[in-house]
Antibody, heavy 119, light 109 residues
Framework: QLQLQESGPGLVKASETLSLTCTVS??????????WGWIRQPPGKGLEWIGN???????YYNPSLKSRVTISVDTSKNQFSLEVTSVTAADTAIYFC???????????WGQGTLVTVSS | SSELTQAPAVSEALGQTVRITCQGD??????ATWYQQKPGQAPVLVMY???NRPSGIPDRFSGSSSGNTASLTITGAQAEDEADYYC????????????FGGGTKLTVL
């Protein structure tokens, strides 16, 4: 059974870089049927797609975040990562990592991790 | 990029049929996907494709689509169905991008 687990600091200072890692277990990231992606949810608000990455390294990003976001993959560790630069309070959210099918059906999801941006 | 519009909230009596809708231009080209999210939990996939339920999702959940509108129908809503429901689809301007609706909070009375 495939599982994903987010890890990283829960508190980031404004203007700094948010960094999270997603560890995949129960299956390999080296799978040409899936992308691996990030989705966030500000407290009490809806879901926002951040972007995803193919095992080969090809990435796709939400245009509204593209200038500040980098997603990378480490197939040797079966992990993929997210960086968001120059964070502000608006980046405070629960960050979910998840597997995306080629048709963009997202399943399964990690449990999510809350990242708070402090001033 | 595309936008998907959902009603913020819907309520229905226990055991009744409830329909949650999602509107957007991308739905003319792509199927909607539906996720259920309960408080403090990650979203769970409940419907995808033309009308496909993942393993473990009760058959009271069904999906349909017409024009630019997709619907998730719960026939005989149960108390445990009370949750936020989000639709999503591929972005019509870039099929490699994903868009979400704003979510609908379902209250089962």
């Amino acid at each position: 059974q495939l599982q994903l687990q987010e890890s990283g600091p829960g508190l980031v200072k404004a203007s700094e870089t948010l960094s999270l890692t997603c560890t995949v277990s129960g299956g390999s990231i080296n799978n040409n049927n899936y992308y691996w992606g990030w989705i966030r949810q500000p407290p009490g608000k809806g879901l926002e797609w951040i972007g995803n990455i193919y095992y080969s390294g090809t990435t796709y990003y939400n245009p509204s975040l593209k200038s500040r976001v980098t997603i990378s993959v480490d197939t040797s560790k079966n992990q993929f990562s997210l960086e968001v630069t120059s964070v502000t309070a608006a980046d405070t959210a629960i960050y979910f990592c998840a597997r995306h099918r080629i048709d963009q059906v997202v399943f399964p999801w990690g449990q999510g991790t809350l990242v708070t941006v402090s001033s | 990029s595309s936008e998907l519009t959902q009603a913020p909230a819907v309520s229905e009596a226990l055991g009744q049929t409830v329909r949650i809708t999602c509107q957007g231009d991308s739905l003319r080209s792509y199927f909607a996907t539906w996720y259920q999210q309960k408080p403090g939990q990650a979203p769970v996939l409940v419907m995808y494709g033309q009308n496909n339920r993942p393993s473990g999702i009760p058959d009271r959940f069904s999906g349909s689509s017409s024009g630019n509108t997709a619907s998730l129908t719960i026939t005989g809503a149960q108390a445990e169905d009370e949750a936020d429901y989000y639709c999503s689809s591929r972005d019509s301007s870039s099929h490699n991008h994903l868009v979400f609706g704003g979510g609908t909070k379902l209250t089962v009375l």
